[in-house]
């Protein structure tokens, strides 16, 4: 009866370490999703891609070093750039579309360069008049073990009657979205969470009760 009582709370003992390891190696996974993202000093804009369309101006907002966490399916959201036209009028060439390029510099998880592009035109609508800023598609990066969206907010600027309200305090800030869509650790061998080790004695007393059982 002694043995079989041991061997019982042997067996309780084992299945409790074994949650808790459980739990453990869940709580260290989730935590290994969790990426750095830092931004670098080498983000610009590019507007002189076309000589035609409506002249806009751009400045960029104190981004260089600005870091943030993200887990899978979380997204962060930034000032990126602020724009704005000096222009009076939507006229001529103004409604031509002009190819914009914006590029953010990522030190950290990548060391990498990523381009979104975009256009901006001159709109006439009625009596108003304004500025469009529109982008493509999201990139997306996958490296690294990582892998996140990069998206730029849309935005109308310089909105004015019967022509544009011109500079930059009547422009728009364009932001920056950045979404982890998926992270994970390649080519790493786990290793045991301390909650597991008293699973493991846990085992090598059972082995060792059953031998004893056996021998007697």
């Known amino acids: 009866m002694i043995s079989i009582r041991k061997s019982s709370i042997v067996r309780n003992v084992l299945a409790l370490t074994l949650t808790a390891a459980m739990f453990a190696f869940a709580a260290s996974s989730a935590r290994a999703d969790i990426r750095t993202y830092q931004i670098g000093t080498g983000s610009n804009v590019d507007t002189s891609a076309s000589s035609a369309g409506l002249t ?44 914009i390029i914006a590029t953010l510099d990522f030190d950290l998880p990548v060391n990498q360069d990523v381009n979104v592009t975009g256009e901006t035109v001159g709109v006439i609508s009625g009596s108003y008049q304004y500025g469009s800023l529109s982008w493509d598609a999201p990139v997306i990066i996958d490296a690294l073990g990582v892998k996140f969206e990069v998206r730029l907010y849309d935005v109308t600027f310089n909105w004015g009657r019967h022509g544009l309200n011109d500079s930059w305090c009547y422009g728009a800030d364009v932001k920056a979205k950045v979404k982890q869509l998926d992270s994970w650790t390649p080519n790493v061998t786990p290793v045991p969470t301390p909650a597991a080790l008293p699973a493991g004695l846990a085992l090598m007393s059972l082995g060792v009760l059953r031998r004893r059982r056996s021998n007697g």
């Not at 959201?77 to 704005?84: A, D, G, Q, R």
């Open 56 to 99: 806009v101006s751009t400045s960029l907002f104190n981004i260089a070093g600005h870091t943030f966490n993200l887990d899978d399916g979380q997204y962060h959201s930034f000032n990126f750039f602020s724009i704005w036209t000096d222009e009076g009028q939507v006229n001529g060439s103004d409604t031509t579309p002009q190819d």
